[in-house]
C-alpha cells in the first residue's frame, strides 16, 4: 500500500501491471529525482576529516604571503628602492697625512679633504631619488595586480572546475538509473536491444565526460594551491583524497558604476600610470640637476702644517679648489637627460590611452555578461533545473521514448553548463576590470605608505 501510494504521486497513466522488479527500479529513479536536482550542490564529504573551505579573501591572503613571484617582485622593488638613493649622498671627507724631509729640517701635513656639492644640483638628484622611488613601488603595484588577476582566475577556474564536476556527477547518476530501468524493460522484451545499446554509448560517453570533468578540477584545484603556497609540499597537503576542498561559489552581481567613474579612478590608482607619472618627473628633476651640474666643482681643503718636533707650533692650512669647465661642460649628459625626459613624456601619454583602452574593455566585457545572463537566464533557462527530472519521470511513466529522453539530458546538460560558462565569465571579468581600474588589497596600500 505504501508502495502504491508514492506511485500514484508520479505516474498518470502508467500500467500498473509490470512486474515487482521494474516497479521498484522506476521506484528508485523516482526516489532519486526527489531528493535532487540539477542544482550545483557538493559532493557528500568524508567522515574522516571535515572539509576545508577554502574563500577567496583567505586564498588573497595566503597568495600575499606566500607566493613566489609576489615574493620575488616585492624583493626586487626594495632593491631597487635602495639603489635610488645611490649618487643622492654627500661624499665623503678624505684625510692625508704628508711629511717633506729637507737638508736641515722636515715638515708635515695633516690635510682634511671635502668636495662641496652644488646646493641646486643636490636638491634636484634628491627629489629625483624620491621620484624614482616611488616609480619603483607603482610599477612593484602594477605587476602584483597582474599576479593577483593570475590568481584570482585560478580560483574562479578551480570554482567553475568542480561545479561543472559536480553537475555532470547529478546527470551521469540519473542517466545511470534510467539505464538500469532501460536493462529491465530489455529483459521483458519492453524494450528493443538497439535502444539499449544506444543508451549504453550515451552512458559511456557521460561517464568519460564525468570522469575528465573530475580530473580538470583536480588540476585547477592543484593550479591553484600551488599559488598561493609557499613550497610544492604546502600546495599538495589539501589536494588528498581524504579531504574537500570547499571555495566559494560563483555568484552574479551586477555592476552599479559608469565608465567615466571608472576611467577617473583609474587614473587615479593605476600603478602603470603612477610609475610613469614618477618616472616622468624623476627625469625633469635630473634634466635640471645636470643644467645645474654645469658649474664648477668645488673640493675644500683644511688642515695643520709645521715640523714634526714642535707640534705645539703647528699652523693652520686652508685651500679650495675650484674645477674649470673647459673640456667637460656636460653637453652629452644635459642632451641625454632632455631626451629621457620626452621618452617618459610619451610613454605616459600612451599608458594614459591604454588604461583607457584596458578600462573600456573590461567594461564592455561585464556589461556583454550582465546583458547574456539577464536575457538567457531570464528567458530561456527559467526552468532548466526540472528539465532534466522531468524527462526521468516521464520515461519512467512511458510519455517520451528513450531518444526523447537523452535529448533532453543532453539538453539539460548543456544548459547548465552554458549557465556555468556565463557565471564564470562575469566574474573573471569583473576581476579584470577592478586589474583595470587600480583596486589593490589593503594589504599592498599599507605596505607602500
Avoid: C
Wanted: glycine share 4%; no cysteine.
Amino acid at each position: 500500500m505504501h508502495f502504491m501510494t508514492i506511485i500514484s504521486t508520479h505516474s498518470g497513466a502508467f500500467t500498473w501491471k509490470k512486474s515487482t522488479r521494474t516497479a521498484k527500479a522506476l521506484l528508485a529513479v523516482v526516489l532519486l529525482l526527489q531528493v535532487g536536482t540539477l542544482e550545483l550542490s557538493g559532493f557528500p564529504s568524508l567522515d574522516e576529516i571535515p572539509p576545508y573551505r577554502l574563500s577567496l579573501e583567505e586564498a588573497l591572503h595566503l597568495f600575499l604571503q606566500n607566493n613566489s613571484e609576489m615574493l620575488v617582485a616585492r624583493a626586487s622593488a626594495l632593491r631597487l628602492e635602495e639603489e635610488t638613493k645611490i649618487g643622492t649622498l654627500w661624499p665623503n671627507p678624505s684625510f692625508e697625512w704628508e711629511q717633506e724631509r729637507f737638508d736641515t729640517s722636515s715638515q708635515q701635513f695633516f690635510i682634511l679633504n671635502q668636495s662641496i656639492l652644488n646646493p641646486l644640483e643636490y636638491s634636484y638628484r634628491r627629489k629625483s631619488s624620491d621620484a624614482r622611488s616611488k616609480a619603483v613601488w607603482s610599477t612593484f603595484l602594477e605587476e602584483a595586480s597582474a599576479l593577483i588577476l593570475e590568481m584570482k582566475r585560478r580560483y574562479v577556474e578551480a570554482s567553475a572546475a568542480k561545479n561543472r564536476s559536480e553537475l555532470l556527477t547529478r546527470v551521469t547518476q540519473t542517466v545511470r538509473r534510467i539505464f538500469e530501468v532501460a536493462k529491465v524493460r530489455t529483459e521483458e522484451g519492453n524494450l528493443g536491444a538497439f535502444e539499449l545499446n544506444r543508451l549504453s554509448a550515451e552512458v559511456a560517453a557521460y561517464e568519460e565526460e564525468l570522469a575528465q570533468s573530475r580530473l580538470e578540477s583536480r588540476i585547477a584545484l592543484r593550479e591553484l594551491m600551488s599559488f598561493i603556497s609557499r613550497s610544492p609540499e604546502d600546495s599538495g597537503k589539501f589536494d588528498t583524497e581524504q579531504q574537500t576542498i570547499i571555495l566559494d561559489r560563483l555568484v552574479y552581481k551586477p555592476l552599479d558604476y559608469d565608465t567615466e567613474n571608472l576611467i577617473s579612478k583609474a587614473i587615479e590608482s593605476r600603478g602603470l600610470l603612477a610609475s610613469l607619472h614618477a618616472t616622468s618627473l624623476a627625469e625633469e628633476l635630473r634634466f635640471k640637476a645636470e643644467k645645474a651640474s654645469r658649474f664648477p666643482e668645488l673640493s675644500l681643503r683644511g688642515g695643520l702644517t709645521g715640523e714634526p718636533t714642535l707640534t705645539s707650533n703647528l699652523s693652520p692650512y686652508l685651500g679650495l679648489s675650484i674645477g674649470i669647465p673647459i673640456w667637460d661642460q656636460k653637453a652629452p649628459q644635459i642632451q641625454a637627460a632632455s631626451r629621457a625626459l620626452q621618452e617618459s613624456e610619451a610613454g605616459l601619454v600612451a599608458a594614459n590611452r591604454r588604461v583607457n583602452l584596458d578600462v573600456l574593455a573590461a567594461y564592455d566585457e561585464v556589461e556583454s555578461y550582465r546583458s547574456r545572463i539577464e536575457k538567457i537566464s531570464s528567458l530561456f533557462l527559467i526552468n532548466s533545473d526540472s528539465l532534466l527530472p522531468d524527462a526521468a519521470i516521464l520515461y519512467g511513466e512511458g510519455k517520451i521514448t528513450l531518444l526523447e529522453f537523452l535529448d533532453a539530458a543532453a539538453a539539460a546538460k548543456e544548459a547548465k553548463l552554458l549557465e556555468l560558462r556565463l557565471l564564470h565569465g562575469h566574474t573573471l571579468s569583473h576581476f579584470k576590470l577592478d586589474r583595470a581600474v587600480g583596486v589593490l588589497p589593503s594589504e599592498l596600500k599599507s605596505d607602500g605608505e
